[in-house]
């Protein structure tokens, strides 16, 4: 069952910033794609047959899988877009462009940022 994966996004004068809680994730399991003007974020089960089989007395979170896609309020340029993951934890920055780029996207698997900055650039789709 895929969970719906609450984000809050803003803008600044020159970016789109969408953050995103995605406890449990590990940066392998997290994947960042912008198709016309659309994001979208989806995440693994992190190590599925791993969970006991509990008796839970309340459980109001798991660990993934999760699932969004948002309509983005204005243009912007994937290709430089940038990606963090740290503390359960998901930033992707992305600049605002003057028109949109109607090429479908997808960012490289995200890292941890582990207290450095870590930038993941989105990189053109390769030819088929």
Do not use: C
């Not at 969970?3 to 995605?22: D, F, G, H």
């Not at 798991?62 to 430089?80: E, H, K, N, Q, S």
Request: hydrophobic content about 40%.
């Amino acid at each position: 069952m895929n969970k719906r994966l609450p984000v809050n996004v803003y803008q600044e004068m020159y970016r789109l910033m969408v953050t995103a809680p995605v406890p449990g994730m590990e940066p392998q399991n997290i994947r960042v794609a912008v198709r016309k003007q659309r994001l979208s974020i989806e995440t693994d089960r992190r190590g599925p047959g791993q969970e006991r089989k509990q008796q839970y007395v309340r459980q109001e979170w798991t660990a993934g899988p999760y699932r969004r896609t948002i309509a983005l309020p204005v243009a912007v340029d994937a290709t430089l877009a940038n990606v963090t993951f740290d503390n359960g934890v998901l930033v992707v920055m992305l600049p605002i462009a003057t028109r949109p780029r109607s090429d479908a996207v997808t960012l490289p698997k995200v890292g941890t940022a582990k207290g450095r900055l870590v930038r993941h650039v989105g990189l053109p789709p390769r030819p088929r």
